[in-house]
């Protein structure tokens, strides 16, 4: 699921539309996700769904105390697609989550005694109005659409909306108490010119050097090496020279150093990390005088290390339409995004949600679970780059406590649900997690094995799923039942053949695929269908060739049709566009 609070998703969008409608757009959670999802009453409980014919008001949960009726999670839970698995058990407990915000909100805005703008609320249903129904639709067409969509009239559906739209009031609450000087609104066009030295750092980096840089040192050395040319740098010793000699950032080494000019600022942002290498290198650079060297700055991220540069000029050019309340205002709001996201993600990780419907409660759990592993490679990510993350990351103590309540919850509901493709499949994934566990015997684990390929072959009945069909097939070559693993190898080929490649590199895919096809069935003793995969890949080779014979001949052409002609060749007259057939052909009038 994609973080509702980032900001930076929105960044562009709100340069180009205005502050206001991008709040519109963050905090429509529900509606996003009912529209995303699409239409199409898929039961209870999306595709496999439980009791259709379950009343819309009976309580499936609580918010901090708060209930929560069936119909509202029907609401954005039915309309999710998905194949059976885990896609739909995912989707299912988001479907969830995004209530829980909407009320998270709705709590907040109620103490903050905020209501939303009713302008806000009629442009937004305007706007859906004209641009999903037509702009031309009558007031009954546009209700039955509601109605169709989201089973409620008009009143209902404007109420509803106003509650998604709660976020942008209380946005504009947390900006009243920003404050921005002129002097920050200014900075917004500052710019630096440095030059950079970076001892990358053995230890932790994830890209290796070019053969022209300098050698990775381990931490230690990395350091002593950067404050011994800082220290030369200081002493008068050529920049350059040492740049080029030792630097292990290649975008500046081969120009001695030299940054060229770059953004020193980043309010805009609402944090640090204007000049590419982190917040503290910003600090450093912001302290430093001009002519002057920064401190040795220890740099995360992709190209770790020690740093420092020399700050060679400033210089701060005012655009000329340059309006320093707009820009205090755009700072604002920015400034008002992340503090919004910081409080409210605080608040929902803190929501008590307490789930009784014991399907729902099954989703919503495994939904939790792959998101504190989301938060955990996030953190990771996150700190390898140096950047800030405010999300409250659970230790891997929590996540398996989760992962066992999880299991815990579909073992009690595949007991009422045996034949419920999602609920097999994902119990089946749960506990493939189990079975290389610590303390496991053998014998346990070709028990759960076993079990896995029962709930596998229970899960296909109700999905197809290639990949699926490739681990039941290996299941099965493990046990030597060679006839079941070629059946599903066999189907999977077929499968993987349903959408030919339409390009090299996918015929390379598809070549590499159907030749471990080959080893497969010739693994289980299927001699005559390791024949037919290696007849298929034989003839993906072919097609291979052809289609990079044809990407070859479009990009001639297409290299051809962009050339500019040779210096003193005459240009080509433009050829007059012929007239369409059976078509008008004078020139259009003025109005």
Partial sequence: MPDLFSISAWREFTTKHGSKFMWTMIIIFGASL???????????????????????DSQIATINGRPVLLRSFQLVARRARGAAGEQTAEQQGQALQAIVIQEVLAQEAEKRNLHADDALVDKTLNDERENVVGKNVSEAQWSSYVTQVYDMNLNQYRDYVARQLLGAAVAEDYKKDIKVTDEEAKNQSAEAKLRFILIRNLDRSMVAPSPKMARLLPEPEAKKRAEELQAKVKAGADFAALAKQFSGDAASQAKGGDLDWKKEYAVMAGRGDALGYGEEFDVAVHKTQKGGVTDVIHVKGFLPGYAFAQVVDRRNTLPKDFDVKKVIDTIKSTRAQEKFKEEMGALVDGAKVVVTDPEIKAY????????????????????????????????????????????????????????????????????????????????????????????????????????????????????????????????????????????????????????????????????????????????????????????????????????????????????????????????????
């Fill in 364 to 591: 919503y759990g495994y939904f939790q679970y792959k998101q504190a592993e989301q938060k955990q490679m996030f953190a990771q990510f996150s700190a390898m780059q140096g950047t800030k993350n405010t999300s409250k990351i659970p230790t891997p103590e929590e996540v398996q406590k989760i992962l066992a309540e999880v299991e815990q919850d579909f073992e009690a509901l595949n007991k009422t649900k045996k034949e419920d493709a999602t609920v097999s499949i994902v119990l089946a994934n749960i506990l493939k997690l189990k079975r290389f566990a610590a303390g496991v015997t053998p014998q346990q684990r070709d028990q759960i094995r076993d079990r896995i390929i029962t709930l596998f072959e229970i899960g296909l009945k109700g999905t197809e799923d290639p990949a699926i069909r490739r681990e039941l097939a290996d299941f099965y070559k493990v046990k030597k039942n060679f006839d079941k693993a070629a059946e599903h190898y066999k189907m999977a080929s077929r499968l993987s053949m349903a959408n030919p490649p339409t390009d090299a590199n996918g015929a390379q895919s598809a070549i590499s695929d159907h030749q471990t096809f080959e080893l497969n069935f010739k693994a289980i003793k299927k001699p005559e269908l390791a024949a037919e995969e290696r007849k298929l890949r034989n003839d993906l080779i072919k097609l291979q060739l052809d289609l990079k014979k044809k990407e070859a001949e479009e990009l001639k052409a297409k290299a051809a049709a962009t050339a500019l002609p040779p210096i003193g060749a005459p240009i080509p007259a433009p050829t007059a566009p012929k007239p369409v057939s059976g078509g008008n052909t004078a020139p259009p009038q003025k109005r």
């Fill in 34 to 56: 009912v529209l995303t999802y699409g239409v199409g009453n898929m039961g209870r409980m999306g595709q496999n769904g439980g009791d259709a014919n379950a009343s819309g």
